[in-house]
């Protein structure tokens, strides 16, 4: 039976590249991530015939992977930033970002909002930058009372806003994305369904607890009425012990909620993490789709729901592989894990 081989697709400014540069190419990379980071794009080619044109800065890029039996899976538009030529022998290497984070969107702003809901200004934001919201229900219909953007740029602004709601924030091939993490979500806003692996589809691993974040608790001041100049809200158990207490001061109560119920949230997905790496490469996989693994033998592992951090696609002379970054959706250090806990029978 013929093997199926890795295929992907380049244009640089709608003109396709792919045949020209195919002969020399040494690696093709992409990272993709859930947060506020640009999905950045690395081409590395072999220039020592000197063939190659560099390339301008602000160029678009929009590349597809994929495998000849299955097709390519389009992964967006990129606009370089990057270019480095190096010798000998004479290697040309490109580095592209997300092409809808603008200039624009890294410029400070001075501005207030009041008494607005999340998706009046996530969508806001996203007009003001061409861009198409794609908002969770829930998230949209938040009330904020006032908050301020000082000095601050707006990738800046609804990161820090992301951060305080626990949600997914990004700029993806022309969609602003604002949704709760773990709602496996695409860039557009549609569901991603959940994927399934097992210890058979990859060749490398490594599975991760730490102690370091595990609290009991989260804690947020926020400023009292009357003669209280101070309260807060404590998300979480009673152990004084343990408790992580958030440096600032919100609004009001509900603000503060919100802030510590994110954070608690967040150190309970830390606690374990799962990088795996797949022999053959899936264009398919994106940042936040749920991922249920099988085969470790370890009830950690496998008993555990996932969720995809960052997902790294890479196409060399090795062939195409896809590197997983897992963070789990639950604290695995409940008794629920330890009781599993032992050998392997023989």
């Known amino acids: 039976m013929k093997q199926p081989k890795p295929e992907y697709h380049i244009t640089l400014n709608g003109r396709d590249l792919t045949t ?14 859930r947060g506020d980071e640009a999905d950045t794009l690395d081409i590395v080619v072999d220039d020592s015939k000197g ?12 590349v597809a992977f ?9 992964k967006g538009t990129f606009t370089i930033d990057e270019i480095e030529h190096s010798g000998a022998p004479d290697i040309l290497t490109v580095r592209a970002r997300s092409a809808s984070m603008t200039k624009e969107m890294s410029e400070r702003r001075e501005t207030s909002w009041h008494a607005q809901t999340i998706g009046a200004i996530v969508r806001k934001i996203a007009d003001r930058h061409k861009l198409k919201p794609a908002i969770g229900d829930a998230l949209a219909q938040i ?11 707006d990738m800046s602004f609804l990161t820090r806003l992301s951060k305080r709601y626990d949600a997914v924030m990004n700029v993806k091939d022309s969609n ?18 959940s994927i399934e692996l097992t210890r058979a589809s990859g060749d490398q691993h490594r599975y991760h ?19 209280k100049k101070r309260e807060s809200v404590l998300v979480g158990g009673e152990n004084n012990h343990s408790i992580k207490v958030l440096p600032e001061t919100y609004a009001n109560r509900d603000d503060a909620l919100a802030a510590a119920t994110a954070e608690f949230n967040r150190t309970k997905r830390s606690q374990a993490t799962m990088s795996y ?9 994106y940042p936040e789709i749920p991922v249920y693994l099988s085969g470790f033998n370890k009830p950690e592992i496998d008993d555990e729901s996932w969720l995809a951090k960052k997902v790294r696609h890479e196409l060399s002379d090795g062939g195409y592989t896809t ?24």
């Open 20 to 33: 020209k540069i195919s002969p020399d190419l040494i690696s093709l990379s992409l990272s993709e991530s």
């Open 51 to 62: 063939r190659l044109l560099i390339p301008q800065r602000g160029d678009m890029l929009r």
């Open 66 to 74: 994929g495998w000849s039996n299955t097709g390519v899976v389009d």
């Open 143 to 153: 009330l904020i009372s006032h908050i301020d953007q000082t000095h601050e740029s």
């Open 176 to 193: 602003l994305l604002f949704m709760p993490i773990g709602h496996g979500t695409s860039a557009s806003g549609k569901k991603l369904a």
């Open 209 to 227: 607890i730490s102690e370091r974040e595990k609290y009991a608790g989260v804690r947020a001041h926020y400023h009292g009425a009357g003669r």
């Open 277 to 285: 790496t797949l022999a053959l490469g899936r264009p398919d996989l």
């Open 323 to 346: 590197a997983l970054e897992l963070e789990t959706r639950d604290d695995p250090t409940t008794d629920r894990h330890r009781s599993h806990f032992r050998k392997n029978p023989k």
